[in-house]
């Protein structure tokens, strides 16, 4: 099981790009990356999800280097509702993986 | 299509009294997950089931947790007595042959 280190806390501001690092320096071959993002009172809802390069959908991009020991999601000109805990997570459900949740990282839009 | 439904949304409670929580996962989903999640903590992992069967269910605390999938669909979490501790937001997912978990808004328990 991978163990992923991301930062506790970010701040940004409205129209910015902001990046978050996760590191996962023991990644195993058939591991995916995944984040996720979680707002008060609701459960965890799924991003984006990647296993090498970059992936891209209609709310993040994944940058995944060459040897996945890291990983980089980037939210596009955030607004105050992108406020939340993000968590990036490591791991194959397929091969019956625990996907352990870490702390996240809380991410605070300013005005 | 829907996603995982939680019920109830809220429940407060008085210590020692028992408490139950239901989940309906995304149709079609084999896999399914309870999770707890403290305040300011991420999600911890309680059972995993694969249809009816209780596949992962080391985190689980067997004295006063137990749960149940009868028939590889819904499935109950209840907790008997409850604790002050046990206070939590109890969350549910299901997956299927992906690596995506999808989860619900979960059940906030409070224990007084």
């Known amino acids: 099981l991978a163990k992923t280190t991301q930062p506790i806390s970010m701040d940004s501001y409205e129209g910015q790009e902001v990046n978050i690092t996760c590191s996962h320096n023991?990644?195993?071959?058939?591991?995916?990356i995944t984040w996720y993002q979680q707002f008060p009172s609701q459960g965890p809802r799924f991003i984006i999800q990647?296993?090498?390069t970059k992936v891209t959908n209609e709310v993040a991009s994944l940058f995944i280097p060459a040897d996945r020991k890291s990983s980089t999601l980037s939210l596009p000109r955030v607004s105050l509702s992108d406020t939340a805990v993000y968590y990036c997570?490591?791991?194959?459900?397929?091969?019956?993986?625990?996907?352990?949740f870490g702390k996240g990282t809380r991410l605070h839009i300013l005005p | 299509e829907a996603g995982v439904v939680q019920s109830p949304r809220y429940k407060i409670i008085e210590k020692k009294q028992p408490v139950a929580f239901w989940c309906n996962p995304i149709?079609?989903?084999?896999?399914l997950y309870w999770y707890r999640q403290n305040l300011g903590q991420g999600p911890e992992l309680l059972i995993r089931?694969?249809?009816?069967?209780?596949?992962?269910d080391s985190q689980l605390p067997k004295d006063r947790f137990s749960a149940e999938r009868l028939k590889g669909v819904d499935s109950t979490l209840k907790i008997q007595p409850a604790e002050l501790g046990d206070s939590a937001v109890y969350l549910c997912?299901?997956?299927?042959?992906?690596?995506?978990?999808?989860f619900g808004e979960g059940s906030w328990l409070t224990v007084v």
């Open positions: 990647g296993y090498k």
């Open positions: 089931y694969e249809n009816e069967e209780a596949v992962d």
């Open positions: 997912a299901s997956s299927q042959a992906t690596n995506t978990i999808y």
């Open positions: 997570l490591v791991g194959d459900i397929k091969r019956d993986d625990k996907i352990i």
């Open positions: 149709s079609g989903h084999n896999t």
């Open positions: 023991n990644i195993a071959t058939n591991d995916y």
